[in-house]
Every structure is written in C-alpha cells, then in structure tokens.
C-alpha cells in the first residue's frame, strides 16, 4: 500500500502522517477499551466479592484524572511507536515498496 500511495503522488510527509495517526488511533482506541476494561471489573469485584458480613472487602476507586493520564500516556506510547516504521515507509522509494 506504501508504495500505492507513493506511486499516486503522496509525499514522503504524507506517508509518514498516515503512519504517526495510524499509531495515534490504535493507542486511543486500546486506552478507551483499557480504561472500560478496568472499571468493569473493578464493578465486578466490588459487587461479588463480598466478605463474611455482606460488606465489599475492599473500597477500589479509578480517580477520573488518573483514568485520563493514562489514556493520554497510552496515546503518546501509540504515536512513539509508530514512528520507526512511518519513517521507514516514507523513505521507501516507490518502485520498490510495489515489488516487495
């Protein structure tokens, strides 16, 4: 597909836009899923594990903010990781990325 693009006129910065947003979407998308992931089973756990008196054992709280900072890490984390392979693919010459 990198070679597509690049054979249908998108530059070397198009390329590696595509890349960085990819990265940015898929970290944003895991933080969300994350996010409601923990606090189903922080529900789940405070609603059935119960001790010997009816009463949770333990108070477990996901402070918004905290749940906000980690998606921002968790995007941040998707961008810097996209960025080895979004220069890689926009310094591939057109041609060769078809053949590959």
Request: hydrophobic fraction near 65%; proline fraction near 5%.
């Amino acid at each position: 597909e990198i070679g597509i693009l690049r054979a249908m006129g998108a530059t070397r910065a198009q390329v590696l836009r595509v890349f960085l947003v990819q990265g940015a979407v898929v970290g944003a998308v895991g933080s969300v899923l994350g996010i409601a992931l923990a606090v189903l089973m922080i529900w789940l756990f405070t609603t059935f594990v119960r001790g010997a008196d009816g009463q949770p054992l333990f108070s477990i709280a996901l402070p918004p903010l905290l749940a906000l900072q980690v998606a921002v890490l968790a995007t941040v984390c998707g961008v810097l990781a996209a960025i080895a392979p979004a220069r890689r693919a926009a310094a591939m010459d057109p041609g060769q990325a078809i053949r590959i």
